[in-house]
């Protein structure tokens, strides 16, 4: 995590605690008096400079609420023994490894909380640096406690709840006066099939829990999480219906299969196209295994909304020795197959073009790595994108995803990541990785003497 956090708060965090603080000066004698607070004074900027739009109206609604500012502490909703069976009942429990593994873990050496909490704002789990997690005790952030903006006003967890968006609060920008030394970034998690609220994920802790790069880490998280409570359905449906479903390692069950729309219906059409030959394609809920060309024209439509003319198409798949002809009866072929998945999935001609949205795992890499997240790009990262195809649109799709997404852990990241990255197929020779981790392990790491030997074996393989 602290490759992926920057050390610090982001540039302007200063003028807008003056400004907060100065907002809850102005206002500490009117914050129960709803009317003043529904007035223009305050919905007018001039009267409270600084002050972002989204605290000045979260506060509105957390004064309509009849929230309390000098409460110390949120009140508990569930009690220990009703929390435990609530827990396990619930649908994020299922999800609970993904976040654990990308956040959780990370947490306990950074001086971060991981929260996670149910869709009216309740939190059901609170994990991360222990120390912190006895200072928070103080203001109940605990499992069982109501974070919702009614009960507590503007935080993280609540807010980001009731604008349905990711969302950072700093310091004094909480409406709870107890809750000025904290700062928290929380982003909902959305049901894969549904797109409904199912709750929220939330990292808390002092100016470090707002710096840049914290909310990308934690959408990337969710979405990460998402696309495996969509994968864990898939299974059981398949299970249900008789049909075997392919069984998965522990690690790649934390892999989501693709990225799909920001509108909360994620993942209901994906292409898995990473360290296979044969691709995936999920289309509502119905999943097949494409051909080896099938694989690669789907691969290059997803990448080309606006769509491909024949000979365009042409190009990237075949190496000079392809026709428009050939191109065409695999269309139609295609055509048949998609037919029977999904009508409304039949490519369009003139140019080749798909009608819905289909994101590809590969993409959702390069989003990860466009965002900073190389961790998360990882994890979704199962090796080359078709590693066997030969079409010269794939060949440079595979290039371009592996060469950034090495760029990007020798440039940010940590020991572990250099040597998650080291397992891939394609880092089998790879000497700067090892070297690199090599540099970064402590002097008594016993993961050290892996790296050696391996760095051993290549000289003696490359040098022979």
């Not at 999904?342 to 790595?369: E, I």
Request: a neutral charge; charged letters at 25%.
């Amino acid at each position: 995590m602290r490759n992926l956090i920057q050390p610090g708060p982001a540039a302007d965090a200063e003028p807008r605690q003056r400004a907060a603080l100065a907002g809850h000066e102005y206002l500490d004698n009117s914050f129960r008096d709803i009317n003043f607070l529904e007035s223009a004074a305050v919905t007018e900027t001039s009267e409270l400079p600084g002050l972002r739009k989204l605290i000045r109206e979260s506060w509105q609604r957390s004064a309509s609420f009849k929230a309390d500012p000098d409460n110390a502490a949120a009140p508990l909703a569930i009690d220990r023994d009703e929390l435990e069976d609530y827990r396990r009942q619930h649908p994020l429990a299922a999800i609970m490894p993904v976040i654990n593994k990308l956040l959780v873990q990370p947490s306990h050496d950074s001086g971060l909380l991981v929260a996670v909490g149910d869709e009216v704002g309740r939190l059901l789990w609170v994990e991360g640096d222990p120390g912190l997690r006895r200072r928070a005790e103080g203001m109940m952030f605990v499992p069982g406690a109501d974070w919702s903006e009614a009960t507590v006003g503007t935080s993280a967890p609540g807010t980001a709840l009731a604008l349905g968006r990711g969302i950072q609060i700093a310091g004094a920008e909480h409406y709870q006066r107890a809750v000025h030394p904290w700062s928290c970034t929380a982003v909902p998690f959305h049901d894969p099939d549904s797109g409904a609220v199912l709750g929220v994920v939330d990292i808390t802790g002092t100016a470090t829990a707002v710096a840049p790069h914290t909310l990308s880490l934690v959408e990337a998280t969710v979405a990460a999480a998402q696309a495996q409570l969509r994968v864990e359905r898939l299974q059981r449906a398949a299970e249900a219906t008789g049909r075997p479903a392919r069984r998965r390692s522990p690690r790649a069950a934390s892999r989501p299969p693709g990225e799909g729309s920001t509108d909360g219906s994620l993942y209901r059409n994906s292409l898995q196209l990473l360290g296979r030959d044969q691709a995936l394609l999920s289309l509502g809920g119905r999943t097949v295994a494409l051909s080896a060309r099938h694989s690669e024209i789907l691969a290059l439509l997803s990448t080309h909304p606006g769509g491909l003319s024949a000979e365009e198409l042409n190009l990237l798949l075949y190496r000079g020795d392809g026709s428009t002809i050939t191109l065409r009866a695999e269309m139609v072929r295609l055509r048949k197959v998609l037919q029977q998945l999904n009508p409304d999935a039949v490519p369009g001609s003139r140019p080749y073009r798909l009608p819905l949205n289909l994101v590809p795992d590969s993409a959702q890499v390069l989003s990860c790595l466009q965002r900073g997240a190389h961790r998360i790009a990882l994890e979704i990262y199962r090796g080359a994108v078709l590693p066997r195809s030969e079409a010269p649109g794939i060949i440079e799709m595979r290039n371009k995803v592996s060469s950034l997404l090495r760029e990007a852990v020798m440039t940010d990241g940590s020991a572990e990541s250099l040597l998650r990255y080291a397992e891939l197929p394609e880092a089998r020779d790879d000497v700067g990785i090892r070297r690199a981790a090599l540099r970064l392990l402590p002097p008594r790491s016993p993961k050290r003497a892996a790296v050696v030997a391996d760095l051993e074996r290549l000289e003696v393989e490359l040098g022979a």
